[in-house]
């Protein structure tokens, strides 16, 4: 499984906390996303985690990404929110990779 780093930010016309029909969608979305993420193939290791800057961050697990595109498409997250999809690894992995490159300065 691929690790990945969701980021999702919304205008604050679009923020729950402004828009009552965001807000119903928002509500609904919660009580849904774990059985969609059951669907797809997706495992929140963290998040979803939202801040009052209009932001909210993920991280999953999911063997492609396409899994992740059907996930934001039918749970209707990229209905109000911009959403970037970050393939990521542990920064230990990450120092491992470290040992097969050879420094360019």
Not at 5 to 19: E, G, R, S, Y
Not at 34 to 61: D, E, Q
Request: with cysteine.
């Amino acid at each position: 499984m691929t690790q990945f780093a969701l980021i999702m930010t919304h205008p604050p016309d679009q923020c729950p906390i402004a828009n009552s029909t965001v807000r119903k969608l928002a509500i609904n979305m919660a009580s849904e996303m774990p059985k969609l993420a059951r669907k797809f193939g997706i495992h929140f290791l963290a998040g979803p985690l939202v801040s009052n800057a209009h932001k909210g961050v993920a991280i999953i697990t999911a063997e492609k990404v396409e899994a992740i595109n059907d996930f934001l498409q039918e749970s209707g997250l990229i209905q109000w929110n911009s959403v970037e999809v970050i393939p990521s690894q542990p920064m230990d992995e990450a120092l491992k990779a470290l040992d097969n490159l050879k420094p360019i300065y």
